[in-house]
């Protein structure tokens, strides 16, 4: 079978975004390559960024390709996508002029390059993402996130998921109830159970990924403590005209929220974060580019919320907020 392969050159910034557009776009795969040339610094304490070769990509840039099934117009969605893309600049985004390119791949080649390229990722010092196709044993004490990403956002490559769960890691102490915001591939949500919270609510308003989400939490046999909903915050936290409220596994308001997406959606719903927080409860935020440092830190004040600790990898940052009274 062919693909049409829809490549996209554009900044480190811009990943997240644009990811996303093709996702929606019906992509049936989306790969991102970032900078590996030698001038970027190649320290890390669990060696999972640093595993990539060396590329040609300049420094600030990246390639994200998407994977279309032949018989997609692919003009529309080149058409689709470079409109939104275009969009971003409105929302302080800085796409780096980008470039974009097609062609048709056989879907072997595509495919199994991108099952290659995926190893097993130790991403702190208790958890370990594998994907379903790689073997792996775990050393005692180590928790592995089993993960088919399929079509949805979050392997554990990007600096911003990787940042997140690391920092997850830092505030679940046990027995919490979780309210995970934009799951994407539910990567996030299984971490937190891992670690040790008691149950966890993953939303998404995209339905494939929350498709992919609930595959997910079912290979880790996770499908009691998580459940996966395609919804928003606010839905969730408003009853309906009949004054009935959507069923949910959580009881709120909860202890911690967890959001990895991008810091313009982040400052939409700091409020819906606030009232979904009891007393003492923590917001994670993540997602958040260097340049959004400030914005979001503002955002996050507020709506009421005082900031604990921030958490940073390369040019991305994390918040830990916590709702004080």
Known sequence: MLWHELTIHTTEEAVEAISNFLHEAGAGGVSIEESGNLNKKRESPYGEWYDQPLNDIPEGRAEIKGYFSE??????????????????????????????ASRLVDEEEWATAWKAYY?????????????????????????????????????????TTALCLRALESIVQGGEEVIDVGTGSGILAIGAIKLGAQRVMALDLDPVAVRSARENVTLNGLDEQILVKESDLLSVLTPNEEGQSAPINVELPVQIVVANILAEVILLFTH??????????????SGIYKDKEQAVRDGLTAAGLTIRDVHREEEWLAFIAEKVV
Not at 140 to 151: A, Q, R, S, T
Not at 272 to 285: E, I, M
């Open 71 to 100: 018989d997609v117009d692919i003009e529309s969605v080149l058409e689709e996508v470079r409109n939104r893309t275009t969009e971003l600049a409105t929302f302080d985004i800085d796409t780096g002029s980008p470039t974009f």
């Open 119 to 159: 190893k097993p990722l130790k991403v702190s010092d208790k958890l370990t993402i594998k994907p379903l196709w790689e073997e792996y044993e775990a050393a005692e004490g180590e928790h592995v996130i089993e993960l088919d990403p399929g079509m949805a956002f979050g392997t554990g490559t990007h600096p």
């Open 272 to 285: 819906d974060v606030y009232a979904a927080l009891r007393p003492g409860g923590l917001y994670l935020a």
